[in-house]
């Protein structure tokens, strides 16, 4: 994983069960559990605010956190849910599962495209559709990439770019086994539009021709 693990600081919770959870939403603080890891679960609460930052920053599902809870040994884990309140759309709990280095994830992870100066297809006027701004891939957790690149450099219009085309970090593997499409350059929209205008032309032409053709044979 490049760059450097974030913390994410935790209290442990004392009392499981619904009225344990209603007290510590009323103290500020989002209840949560951590389990796997053959240990066992440890009730933990954060506080709203830090949380809800966090949140709100983007990509706390798909991050690999160093936990710190006072009293426990630092250990890497991963957000396997968020419950949110449904109508104020507030976290209100959180799963976190312990992982090993040598852990096997599936994970989200954003493509980044580069050198759109490059491709002859947008410089004529073309667009790049992003179809799958994020591509899920099973990686390792002691090595999730942070994005994956896609470089456009001699794209034309109506060219694709799968997951084929793009070289995947090391370690690295989509969940979808098919050749699916991250991205197109397609045609401006006037160019489309004129290619349209033409067709629908002929069409209204040929069907002249027809009327002529039958009036004659009267």
């Not at 559990?33 to 709203?48: A, N, R, S, T």
């Not at 790049?128 to 994005?147: H, N, Q, S, Y």
């Amino acid at each position: 994983m490049a760059g450097e693990i974030p913390d994410l600081v935790a209290l442990e919770r004392t009392g499981t069960g619904k009225g344990a959870a209603r007290q510590a939403r009323r103290d500020g603080m989002v209840p949560g559990i951590v389990f796997g890891g053959e240990k066992d679960p440890l009730p933990i609460q954060i506080p709203f605010n830090e949380l809800f930052k966090r949140l709100k920053a983007g990509r706390f599902k798909s991050t690999l956190w160093n936990l710190k809870v006072e009293g426990h040994e630092d250990v890497r884990v991963i957000c396997r849910d968020v419950q949110r309140d449904v109508v104020k759309d507030l976290p209100t709990h959180l799963d976190l599962m312990r992982l090993r280095r040598t852990t096997k994830i599936a994970l989200y992870i954003p493509v980044e495209f580069i050198n759109e100066e490059e491709a002859p297809g947008i410089k004529k006027g073309g667009v790049l559709t992003v179809v799958r701004p994020e591509v899920e891939l099973v990686c390792t957790a002691g090595d999730i990439p942070e994005k994956i690149t896609v470089d456009l450099t001699g794209l034309e219009i109506n060219d694709v770019v799968t997951i084929s085309s793009v070289d995947l970090p090391n370690g690295t593997k989509p969940t979808i086994d098919r050749d699916f499409v991250i991205a197109n350059i397609s045609a401006p929209t006037g160019l489309a539009s004129s290619d349209d205008e033409e067709v629908e032309g002929a069409e209204e032409v040929a069907a002249d021709e027809v009327e002529v053709v039958g009036k004659d044979e009267e």
